[in-house]
């Protein structure tokens, strides 16, 4: 096995190691997803439509949302996604109700918790994602890995990006992810190895793999919004 700190994404240098990013998930159909695309490049975002429990092509819920990067302390993050989500409503082309919002900082960030002790005093959790390509005839595989992983004491969500198409081997982009919250950064990066070396074999995966600190993650009031 790797060294799991090699194949954590790393941090640029200077400011770029106090970077966040926030994500708003709004209640609008992807039938629609144009246009609350082009809403959302206004405001500095991009736009995702991620399938969650995506064992199929067709299986589980489709979350439409925001992503957006920018640089600051949480407070100034938690601030931001607040006003990010008024704005979002401001729609004129669709009719878009906020619905959930939260805020990622990067490992390297000074306020990311380290050890066990500091996540439970400050709250929050890990997240992290493991990137799959998996050609369409081996979706079927998909299900009999995550409960493999379930049995091995590891819950696993797995999505994709239903906008991105197959890659040039002929390939669905995956995506599978752990969120823990008793354990430290270090261990939290040895289970995500495990997780990709012992779990998902049968694919390919991406050299890095994402790893961020959930401080905030909250359901929005839809009657206020």
């Known amino acids: 096995m790797r060294d ?16 966040y990013e926030m994500h708003v ?6 039938s629609q ?23 199929t092509e067709t299986s589980g819920h489709v979350e439409v949302m925001t992503a957006g990067k920018a640089l600051g302390t949480s407070t ?8 990010l989500a008024g704005k979002l409503v401001e729609c004129t082309t669709v009719p878009v109700v906020p619905v959930r919002a939260r805020v990622e900082l ?25 990137q799959l390509s998996v050609p369409r005839r081996s979706t079927s595989y998909l299900l009999e890995y995550c409960q493999n992983a379930t049995e091995a004491g590891y819950q ?20 599978v992810t752990h969120r ?21 074999t049968g694919f390919r995966t991406q050299e890095d793999h994402t790893i961020e600190y959930v401080v905030y993650d909250q359901t929005l009031d839809r009657e206020a919004a």
């Not at 998930?25 to 992807?30: A, F, S, Y």
């Not at 959302?40 to 064992?55: E, N, S, T």
């Open 76 to 83: 100034e993050a938690i601030a931001q996604v607040g006003r």
């Open 106 to 130: 990067a490992p390297w960030h000074p306020e990311t918790p380290q050890t066990a002790e500091e996540l439970h005093a400050a709250g929050g959790y890990y997240e992290g994602h493991i």
């Open 180 to 200: 823990r919250s008793d354990i430290g950064l270090d261990d939290f990066c040895a289970a995500l190895e495990d997780i990709n070396d012992n779990h998902f």
């Open 33 to 55: 997803f144009d246009d609350f695309k082009l809403h959302a490049q206004a405001l500095g975002q991009k736009a995702l439509a991620i399938q969650v429990d995506a064992f």
């Open 4 to 19: 799991q700190k090699a194949r954590l994404q790393k941090p640029g240098v200077g400011k770029k190691k106090k970077k």
């Open 25 to 30: 998930v709004v209640d609008c159909g992807t």
């Open 156 to 175: 696993v969500e797995l999505s994709r990006n239903v906008m991105k198409s197959l890659n040039q081997h002929q390939e669905i982009p995956y995506m």
